[in-house]
Every structure is written in structure tokens, then in C-alpha cells.
């Protein structure tokens, strides 16, 4: 699976949007790009996932670049609860299903 | 109800000891996993089992032996326990193989001193 780089921290104001910046230059033209995220002492989240078009659900949007080389996850409304770590993760369909953690991006929402 | 639950949540043994953890799903997925997150917070994929066929055994111990029973139930069991197994491990599960979403447990924290 393709490698992706993230920011170690980010801060983000309650009820503003926070947006998540993931490149992952290096992603193959069947990767799809996952977000998950971990609030503390929880297990791992599913939050959305794409190919290449952008897609929205009730908990983010995920906009990916044309060239698939970056994609950013945006909480439209972020609360103290979106607090979490957030991993990008570029997966191969039929990779034994599995996913491969980087190091995230830990969200911190303050008041 | 819990789609993915394990059991105990925690536990703290010696080092030397057997130890068990289990994980059961009720979502009828027939795919599931054991992840390990360490000290450093790196979740790392250790089993995958596929209709109770094991599919990825990544690099772990032999002391680390996983048993499917039937689809819904993964269990851990984890023989001379060494103080660098002190973990969280969470199990996992998906429907099939291919993209389809993993959906986790909450984890069991495993103490060993």
C-alpha cells in the first residue's frame, strides 16, 4: 500500500471546520483512499472513503485532488468530541482486506 | 449491542503466564482481525482470518496463536507473556474481502509486569 504523509497535530476552533490535509503522491490508480480516526482509550472509527470522486456522509466530507495525489477530510462543524487522531490510509482492493496505520494526524478541537 | 466485543477490556498478569483474550462480532462478517497498538500508539495488523481460514499472519511471535471457532469469534491467546506484549490489541472485523469497512473493538489492555 502506498505511503501517506500527514501533520502530526493540528488545532481547530470549535464549530469552524477542520480540515485534514493526507499526500500520498505515490498512490496506485486502484488505491482507494480511507479515514479513520481513534478518540482516546476507543477503537479505531471508519469515517469515509474514495476513489477519486469526492464523497460526503453525516460525519465528513473527503475532497481528492484530481492527480489522487492529496486528499483533505473536512468536518464541516468540528466539536470537542471530533478531538481524535486521524489516519489517512491508501488501501489496494483484495489486500487481504487489512490496513495499514501511519502515524495520524492528532485533531485537537478547543473551545 | 457491541457489533465487535472483546473480552477482558483489561488485564494484568505476569510474565511468564497463558493469557487469553476474545472478540466476537454480530455484524455476519466472515472476516476478522487482530491489530496491536503499542506504547508509540502504531496500530500494527497482526492475524487475518477469513471464514476461519488464516489469510495474514504478520511477523508476531509463535507465542501468539489465534483460534477461530465459527465466523463470529476470533480469540487471542498468547502463551509465556513478556513484558514487551504489554499492548492494547484490538480485534476487528469486515464483510469479505476487497474495500469493504473494518469495524473495530474497543480494545483489551494488556498489562504484563
Known amino acids: 500500500d502506498a505511503k501517506t504523509t500527514q501533520p502530526t497535530s493540528m488545532d481547530c476552533a470549535e464549530g469552524r471546520a477542520a480540515n485534514l490535509p493526507c499526500n500520498h503522491s505515490?498512490?496506485?490508480?486502484?488505491?482507494?483512499v480511507y479515514w479513520y480516526r481513534q478518540i482516546h482509550s476507543q477503537g479505531p472509527q471508519y469515517i469515509i472513503h474514495g476513489l477519486k470522486n469526492n464523497e460526503t456522509n453525516e460525519m465528513a466530507s473527503l475532497i481528492i485532488t484530481e492527480d489522487r495525489k492529496s486528499s483533505t477530510l473536512i468536518l464541516p462543524h468540528a466539536t470537542l468530541r471530533d478531538t481524535a487522531v486521524y489516519y489517512c490510509i491508501v488501501r489496494v482492493e483484495n489486500a487481504g482486506n487489512m490496513l495499514t496505520f501511519g502515524g495520524g494526524t492528532r485533531l485537537m478541537v478547543k473551545p | 449491542d457491541t457489533a465487535v466485543s472483546q473480552t477482558p477490556k483489561y488485564l494484568v498478569t505476569q510474565m511468564g503466564n497463558d493469557k487469553s483474550i476474545k472478540c466476537e462480532q454480530n455484524?455476519?462478517?466472515?472476516?476478522m482481525y487482530w491489530y496491536k497498538q503499542d506504547s508509540k500508539k502504531f496500530l500494527k495488523i497482526m492475524f487475518s482470518y477469513n471464514n476461519k481460514e488464516l489469510i495474514i499472519n504478520e511477523t508476531v511471535p509463535n507465542r501468539f496463536s489465534p483460534k477461530s471457532p465459527d465466523k463470529a469469534h476470533l480469540n487471542l491467546h498468547i502463551n509465556s507473556l513478556e513484558l514487551g506484549d504489554s499492548a492494547v490489541y484490538f480485534c476487528?472485523?469486515?464483510?469479505?474481502?476487497?474495500?469493504?469497512?473494518?469495524?473495530f473493538g474497543e480494545g483489551s489492555w494488556l498489562t504484563v509486569v
Open positions: 505515490t498512490i496506485s490508480g486502484n488505491e482507494y
Open positions: 455484524l455476519g462478517h466472515d472476516t
Open positions: 476487528a472485523s469486515s464483510r469479505g474481502g476487497g474495500g469493504n469497512t473494518i469495524y
